[in-house]
């Protein structure tokens, strides 16, 4: 039962372009997502995250964008730079509720230089 | 900045033996969770632990499995009589539970042969 779901295993893109990961989820009861970037021999780390009361939120070159009558999101890298080569995992979960977040099978980015 | 700090970095162990993955969460989280990733699959739950209990785990986290705070600062996995398909990434996380995202170790490789 796939929850979170990350229909593209991989993506390439060119040096300053932009890089957009897309990320689906079936549960309704869903209300806050998270994307994590992971490396290889590293553990994830948390990028950014966004709340079910929001449709966009903004850090730096990142930014993730909600639509939840689609239940989907998206993560925008703007411009994309070879250090951003790696793993990225999309996430949700109950916000009132801590105790599990559901990651989905990830998507692997190479920005190419 | 505050690191999940996880030990040892790989273990090899027979099959049908104990192993104990360790961590030390961040010292002000409340929060502290177990996922697993099996080589070329997706992070998956296993386990999360709140006020000296597990508070959820998924149906991987059976009986062969248990989690332990000992002391306050440590948190360990242990797994009773190892299988081979408990060959994993093991990772550790921790969280504030205010939505700012996990905090993840860099991992135990756990080798079972």
């Known amino acids: 039962d796939q929850q979170v779901k990350q229909n593209s295993p991989s993506l390439s893109v060119q040096e300053g372009r932009i890089s957009i990961l897309n990320c689906d989820y079936t549960?309704?009861?869903?209300?806050?997502f998270l994307w994590y970037k992971k490396y290889p021999a590293e553990g994830p780390t948390f990028l950014i995250s966004?709340?079910?009361?929001?449709d966009k939120n903004e850090d730096g070159r990142f930014t993730v964008f909600l639509n939840k009558s689609a239940k989907h999101l998206s993560l925008h890298i703007v411009p994309s730079q070879p250090g951003d080569s790696a793993v990225y995992f999309c996430?949700?979960?109950?916000?009132?509720?801590?105790?599990?977040?559901?990651f989905g099978p990830g998507t692997s980015l190479s920005v190419i230089p | 900045e505050p690191e999940v700090t996880q030990t040892p970095s790989h273990q090899v162990t027979q099959m049908g033996q104990e192993v104990i993955l360790r961590c030390v969460p961040i010292?002000?989280?409340?929060?502290f969770y177990w996922y697993r990733q099996i080589l070329g699959q997706k992070v998956e739950f296993l386990v999360s632990?709140?006020?000296?209990?597990?508070?959820?785990k998924s149906e991987i986290f059976d009986d062969q499995f248990s989690v332990e705070r000992p002391d306050g600062s440590n948190f360990t996995l242990k797994i009773r009589s190892t299988k081979l398909e408990d060959s994993a990434m093991y990772f550790c996380?921790?969280?504030?539970?205010?939505?700012?995202?996990?905090?993840f170790g860099s991992g135990t490789r756990l080798t079972v042969v």
């Open positions: 996380a921790s969280s504030t539970g205010v939505g700012d995202g996990y905090t």
């Open positions: 549960n309704s009861m869903f209300d806050y």
């Open positions: 966004i709340s079910s009361i929001k």
């Open positions: 996430a949700a979960s109950v916000e009132t509720s801590y105790d599990k977040v559901i």
């Open positions: 010292s002000n989280h409340l929060y």
């Open positions: 632990f709140y006020n000296n209990e597990i508070s959820e």
